[in-house]
């Protein structure tokens, strides 16, 4: 019945024309269907209403049996007022501008008229809607308030109390989107001002998204301040890389340097939000430290070069011996692509690798081999309509911080049970109906007593699988994990049909590894439960669909280092990788006659490099971006690389044609039609038929043997 109610449609009238819309509609979204605007200031669609701010005042009244029209006796409030049967709305007469004009009048009594050098200047709301609807001059002549300037609430939002206009957004998006409630209101009347509890810093991992809903600049960005106005930036639409989640967003350049990352509305991914980490974490592309000129070594140091003398070294050097490759996560599709193809069908070697947890399964153990499913059976919007959620071995807001959103989010707004197993404090605690904290390292005995828990339940499970599974009663494990037998079988419980397990790469990392990521793929296929083992790199599932792993008899990555380090290679490239960072990796490197760098930016890994490679960071180049629920994506480039990089494409590309005579592309787009026509599951994202809000690949493997037969 509730269904049936939330399709149900109603006559209106707005501004004389009649239309339907769904019953209960916000009066200012049904406005939009005929392509009118109700002014806001407090609404935002993504949040409950208010009507605080009460710039969206309309006429309303209802139609009756007469066929007269009764108007209400006020002004009613169209981000609060639903739409019924027979309502009437006018959205357009003296009246309604009257009262459009004393509310900006109200607020613009206090506010500074600092436009000339706020950085909301250009795209303020509270600028439009009085140019649109406000007095044309003021008759407020006695002094404004005045409050301490540009307080920084974080390292990344600076406060602006003069020009706050109270309107809530900023707290109530901290309470309802992110659910930290970092933020509140303090005080009351003139003096009511947004600030944290206790005056402490503003820690939200979200923080960045108050800064774009602000309808005024009393919240602004410290990284941005000052450093351009709207006019006179350019915004290219981009992909975040700063993990695995593939938010959409605008990357804003001006005179040719980047300045600040905004969010890209796609509702399918990360609606219109952004995590700190990818808002603010893109100044490495004004660093100094940027690889800008291919180098070569002489002597004990590195010189630049031409790229013809890099080409000509890597040529004389490649055939020379063995040679191994690892490639970082932020390379995009077409440079995997092409570069794992240079490897294997030109220099004619098989080790290459794209990852770096602990446990790396071989193609024989992964679960696509196993189950003939693909590790990730959903999207992240689809978590939206789960019934149950169980989050497992994952600190979500730090690992997956868009999924984290879109599991509070099912909590919040559709009901879902959530329920959280990790070894230390996370931010999904906070609204789990069953929080558990194991000891740190038990992962793979948590998992495998339930699997118990389910097998004992009736579930099915090959003869292998069930062998010395009676040893993992939550009873046994109590005292390796830490946790009571009644919360494990809980846990349990909440396994079954519509029930989403959660969980990312970071399982690799733990102790008993392979069990544990054997153990959550037959726990899900046992108990009908839908997984989702998202991983972390912001192209690994990329990288994955294109075959970037060891085939069988070649080496992972860390046979390539250990390999490496023993100098059993002559040659080892690295794609954006720094090795120098592992503790055996300076072992390598030093172990290596002769090492390619490819990079982005001249870290450690780079001072051991015989040739180094500069590279275009992700904005810099058009390619492709497959997330962490196998959605492609196209990122045009936005920004022009420094000095002489190249799209790791371009590089893979021209040494090709050095070596053996490959086929020459002249653009990403190119190269996508050749993956697509070497992989069918990127069929459908050539540039030409590729949707904006990205494509989903059929990653679904054919099992190695059936279930039964193990």
Known sequence: MAAEAEKKEVQVTINGTKISVP???????????????????????????????????????????????????????????????????????????????????????????????????????????????????SRYVELKRHLPKAFP????????????????????????????????????????????????????????????????????????????????????????????????????????????????????????????????????????????????????????????????????????????????????NEGMWLHHRLFHQTVGSRDVDFRWTRFLPPASERIGSKLGSPAVQGTIAGLEEAKRIVVLGCHLAEDLP???????????????????????????????????????????????????????????????????LDAFSPEAVAERTGLAPSAIRALADRCGEGCAVVASDALLDVEGASGAYQDLAYLCSATGSTLHFFPRGANSMGAEALGLLPETGAKDTWQIVESATSGAFHSLWLVETDLAELPEGSGALENTPFVIVQTTALNETARFASVLLPMAAPPEQDGTWTSCEGRVQRMKASLHPPGEAKPAWRIACDLSILLGGGTPYFGAAEVMEAIANDSPSFAGCVYSSLPEEGAILDLTPMPTAPLAQE
């Open 23 to 137: 019953a209960g509609e916000l009066l200012v979204e049904s406005v939009k269907r005929l392509g009118l605007e109700i002014p806001i200031f407090c609404y935002h669609p993504r949040m409950q209403p208010v009507g605080m701010c009460r710039m969206c005042l309309v006429e309303v009244g209802f139609e009756q049996q007469d066929g007269s029209v009764r108007m209400m006796p006020k002004p009613q409030a169209g981000c609060t007022l639903g739409a019924s049967e027979g309502m009437v709305v006018v959205t357009d007469s003296e009246a309604i501008h009257a009262d459009r004009r004393g509310v900006l009048e109200f607020l613009l009594i206090n506010h500074p008229l600092d436009c000339p050098i706020c950085d909301r200047g250009g795209e303020c709301p509270l600028q439009n809607n009085t140019m649109a609807y406000g007095p044309s001059t």
């Open 153 to 332: 609430l974080s390292k990344y939002v600076t406060l602006d109390l003069e020009r706050c206009i109270q309107c809530g957004r900023c707290v109530r998006f901290t309470e309802e989107v992110s659910g930290d409630a970092d933020l509140a209101f303090r005080f009351r009347g003139a003096e009511m001002q947004p600030s944290t509890f206790q005056l402490t810093d503003f820690e939200s991992r979200f923080s960045g998204n108050v800064i774009e809903i602000c309808p005024v600049g009393a919240l602004t960005s410290t990284t941005y301040r000052f450093r351009a106005r709207p006019w006179d930036i350019e915004a290219g639409e981009g992909i975040c890389s700063q993990c695995s989640n593939g938010c959409s967003v605008w990357i804003d350049r001006r005179s040719g340097k980047f300045v600040r990352i905004s969010g890209r509305t796609n509702e399918d991914v990360n609606e219109e939000w952004t995590c700190d980490k990818g808002k603010f974490g893109h100044e490495y592309l004004n660093s100094t430290e940027r690889a800008t000129s291919p180098m070569i070594r002489k002597g004990d140091s590195l010189v630049p070069c031409t790229w013809h003398e890099a080409y000509e070294a890597i040529v004389a050097e490649l055939g020379r011996g063995a040679a191994a490759s690892l490639v970082g996560t932020r390379v995009a």
């Open 402 to 468: 868009i999924v984290h959103l879109r599991v509070r989010k099912a909590w919040a707004k559709h009901g879902t049970d959530v329920a959280v197993a990790y070894h230390s404090p996370t931010e999904a605690e906070r609204f789990a109906s069953l929080p558990i904290r194991y000891r740190k390292g038990s992962e793979a005995d948590l998992l495998r007593s339930l699997l118990f828990v389910a097998v004992e339940r009736g579930a099915t499970v090959p003869e292998a699988v069930r062998t010395g």
